[in-house]
């Protein structure tokens, strides 16, 4: 909890945040540049210009802007101001370090492989948590992918037309719901807001231009 106070500190104060409309139209201020706190990898990378993504939690109310670090095998890492990673595939949020207990790993080819193509169906995913007690448990959900309609959102300071996807999940004991903003030429996620258990709850992001 220590870590993640420290990051939200460090970052981006949302006024608020929605789940299945334009979550990041509230950023109200930028992050500081040349913070000595900030983890040197960020340093680094905001040095050489790194691809950015806006990140949000939303159960928290608060946000960053996080570095692109690196990729390997179809999975990007991002890193927080202060060391804490994100890893995403294709912007389907597969891990996340350096936040409490949480999502460790994610096998999400059958549901990317679906927003991909612009389909709606069903799907199973396989999530790994950490829990609060330090043990691991991976869970199977299946889940229905659902197109619900063309939606505005605002990324930057441009009005950007995007298909709403929704993915329904349960497993034998858990239930979430995932929401997607695919750009309609070539199915690109471009917004998300995600779950990623039960300490963090719902994760958003959002592409930089």
Do not use: H
């Amino acid at each position: 909890m220590k870590r993640l106070c420290l990051m939200l500190s460090a970052v981006l104060i949302l006024a608020g945040c929605a789940t299945t409309d334009d979550s990041f139209g509230v950023v109200r201020s930028t992050l500081l540049p040349n913070q000595q706190d900030f983890d040197t990898r960020f340093q680094f990378a905001a040095g050489q210009g790194a691809r950015q993504l806006k990140l949000a939690l939303l159960e928290f109310d608060a946000g960053s802007i996080i570095l692109f670090d690196s990729s390997r095998d179809g999975i990007d890492t991002w890193i927080t101001a202060d060391g804490g990673t994100v890893m995403t595939q294709d912007q389907m949020i597969v891990g996340m370090r350096g936040f409490g207990a949480g999502l460790m790993a994610a096998d999400v080819e059958q549901p990317l492989a679906m927003l991909r193509a612009g389909r709606q169906g069903i799907t199973e995913r396989f999530q790994t948590f950490l829990t609060g007690n330090d043990e691991i448990v991976t869970r199977t959900y299946r889940c229905q992918i659902v197109d619900q309609g063309r939606q505005e959102i605002v990324i930057g300071t441009t009005a950007v037309t995007t298909r709403l996807f929704s993915e329904e999940c349960r497993s034998l004991d858990q239930s979430f719901q995932n929401w997607y903003w695919l750009s309609p030429s070539n199915n690109r996620i471009v917004q998300t807001s995600q779950w990623t258990g039960e300490f963090i709850g719902m994760v958003a992001t959002q592409v930089v231009p």
